[in-house]
């Protein structure tokens, strides 16, 4: 049970991750617009962010790199996904905790959901 | 005693005539021994003249009256031994308007003598103008006294040479038009690299002239990031003699770097090398084609991963909520659509593997499988989804394989939702599995659909290529489907072909041979 922040500005997308986290029995918050993500963390008390690479007209990469940077969020565990397959090397420099591919099975998604938000809350 | 001294006299007189006689006689042998061996030299002489292959003439007084003339020159002339005694006008009158009398005069009125190279003189030869060309030597003769009395000719016929001169100066010139023509690049080194020439193409490219580009360091031209491999692998095929073949940027006359596609050949003689005939062609377009393709490729496969993704998620969630209730029976609807999510998103995947597959670096997963038995679940799989279709399968044989299950599946597929795609007014389709030789089996896929064009029946196996009607937006596809097919078979080491007629339909096989590993 987490606050979790979906990033995509793919509706359908970010609807679905959050039926399945919503499932899996967390809080989930849907964002169309990566350069509020840090508006949105602070202001829905956010413990985990699924930040897809290719947003219109942004770079995930860029967004999660800035996150890293700021004080006030770079704690947080950031999952990058993409359909590209072979971008997970370049997610995980930018700062991501994990990177997933698309199209990912549910149970994937929520496993490493829950490795990361035990993870992270036994660290902080 | 007078008649004693008389007789002494007469003694010693005899005596005195007796030596005269032996000395005149000893003279006399002595000439005739002189004169036997100017008769011998002279008939050496002659003999060497007329052995000689070289042309020679003796040409008398003004008239120029062949005094002799041995058989090569006599042949030049298409003459016959006649030529004796008469003047060289009257035996060859063509020549006299070739120059040859002026030279003669020359000769024989000034006592310069006349020597020529490759002078080309025309024969008539049963009176046929035959041209050959002569190296010649127009000399004075002089009598006893120093006066003139004639020209000596002798002349050497260097036809065959300078023929092949001439060949070899047309064939040149030939080469030089053909390498300056062409688009490409064409340059020439030494043993050591060192340019020597550059073709037209290379100076318009370059805007540079002849001498300043000769002049200037090959790297001048070429940009900065591809020096370093480009110098190493010259250096390479230098050292080694072994063909020098790269892609880099180059340098035009603007400025602009373009990627050119560059050769380098050695010429040998007897094993060493003599020089390096470099060819340079621009595949500037060709490189960014690629590149565009690359990035529709990437834009392909991420669009429809996409709804792909939450079809998926969905369809899993639906399933794991539907685990929890008692009523299972929409669970095997769910994982028929699963099974399709996953084959959709296998087909997407391959849209990227395209390239992989043009590097022949598709791999393929074997094992044995029973070919009736998948003919048979992907019509099942394709009737459950195609409501409408009647699709037909005949077993002519019982047949297991040993192959990559899931690429021969797709090209299972690809033939009959083609089949289907392309009948718009019959959705009959009649698949057979049969064995088209002994050692092979085959699976096709007929239908009565519109047929392919004769024109492109060569071409629908081609990457991109799709059929084409009124309105280009008739039939949906990417149009990689049978190239994909094509380059699956062909891994099994198999065939792939159609039989079609424009309005009857088509049918499209595949073969798989059976005994392979």
Request: hydrophobic share 15%; glycine share 24%.
């Given at each position: 049970m987490a606050k979790i922040l979906i990033v995509d500005d793919d509706q359908t997308i970010g609807f679905m991750l959050k039926d399945i986290l919503e499932f899996g029995g967390h809080e989930v918050t849907v964002s169309q617009q990566p350069k509020k993500t840090k508006e949105n963390i602070l202001k829905n008390d956010i413990e985990l962010v699924l930040l897809d690479k290719l947003i219109s007209g942004v770079d995930g990469t860029d967004v999660c790199a800035e996150l890293r940077k700021d004080e006030d969020v770079q704690e947080i565990p950031i999952i990058m996904m993409s359909a590209l397959h072979n971008v997970g090397e370049v997610c995980k420099s930018a700062g991501a905790t994990e990177f997933i591919a698309k199209p990912f099975d549910m149970e994937t998604l929520l496993a490493k959901t829950n490795e990361i938000l035990q993870k992270h809350g036994k660290t902080s | 005693m007078d008649k004693d001294l008389r007789i002494q006299k007469l003694e010693k007189e005899l005596e005195e005539s007796h030596k005269k006689r032996e000395k005149l006689e000893k003279q006399n042998s002595s000439y005739e021994k002189s004169h036997a061996q100017l008769k011998e030299e002279n008939y050496q002489l002659k003999g060497l003249i007329y052995s000689s292959t070289a042309l020679i003439t003796f040409l008398k007084g003004p008239e120029y009256r062949v005094e002799f003339a041995n058989n090569p020159i006599i042949k030049a002339w298409g003459k016959?031994?006649?030529?004796?005694?008469?003047?060289l006008f009257d035996v060859v009158p063509e020549v006299r308007d070739q120059g040859i009398e002026e030279y003669l005069n020359q000769v024989y009125y000034k006592g310069e003598p006349y020597h020529a190279k490759t002078l080309p003189v025309e024969h008539d030869i049963n009176g046929e103008m035959v041209k050959s060309y002569f190296d010649f030597s127009y000399m004075p003769q002089y009598n006893l006294d120093g006066q003139i009395v004639g020209v000596g000719v002798i002349a050497q016929d260097v036809t065959k040479q300078a023929l092949l001169n001439q060949k070899i100066k047309k064939s040149e010139k030939e080469f030089r038009g053909l390498v300056d023509f062409m688009p490409h690049k064409i340059s020439i080194a030494d043993a050591?690299?060192?340019?020597l020439f550059y073709n037209k193409s290379w100076l318009d490219y370059t805007g540079m002239s002849m001498t300043e580009f000769l002049e200037s360091h090959w790297t001048e031209i070429i940009h900065p990031d591809h020096i370093e491999k480009v110098e190493k692998e010259r250096k390479h095929s230098l050292k080694s003699g072994k063909t020098l073949d790269l892609e880099l940027k180059m340098k035009d006359k603007n400025g602009d770097y373009k990627w050119h596609l560059h050769r380098s050949i050695a010429m040998k003689d007897d094993g060493i090398i003599t020089s390096w005939v470099s060819s340079s062609t621009e595949i500037q377009k060709l490189k960014e084609e690629e590149q565009r393709k690359q990035d529709f490729l990437k834009l392909v496969s991420h669009e429809l991963k996409t709804p792909v993704t939450s079809i998926k998620g969905y369809v899993q969630l639906l399933q794991t909520m539907i685990n929890g209730e008692n009523d299972k029976s929409k669970q095997p609807y769910l994982h028929r659509i699963e099974d399709q999510v996953e084959r959709l998103i296998k087909l997407i995947s391959e849209i990227l593997d395209l390239s992989r597959i043009e590097q022949s670096e598709l791999e393929l997963n074997i094992e044995e499988f029973s070919l009736n038995k998948h003919v048979e679940n992907i019509i099942e799989d394709i009737s459950y989804s195609h409501k409408d279709v009647q699709i037909e399968l005949e077993h002519l044989c019982e047949c297991d394989v040993k192959a990559d299950k899931d690429r021969i599946g797709q090209v299972i597929i690809n033939f009959i939702t083609n089949a289907l795609k392309y009948s718009p007014d019959s959705k009959n389709v009649q698949v057979k599995v049969f064995h088209e030789e002994e050692n092979n089996v085959a699976v096709s896929v007929k239908d009565f659909g519109i047929g392919i064009e004769k024109k492109d029946i060569n071409r629908i196996f081609n990457r991109f290529y799709r059929a084409s009607s009124m309105n280009e937006k008739t039939y949906s596809g990417f149009g990689i489907g049978l190239y994909l097919s094509n380059e699956i078979i062909e891994r099994h080491n198999g065939k792939i072909f159609v039989d079609s007629e424009p309005g009857a339909g088509s049918e499209f096989t595949f073969i798989l041979p059976l005994n392979q590993n």
């Open positions: - | 016959g031994d006649d030529v004796i005694g008469q003047p050591d690299g060192n340019t």
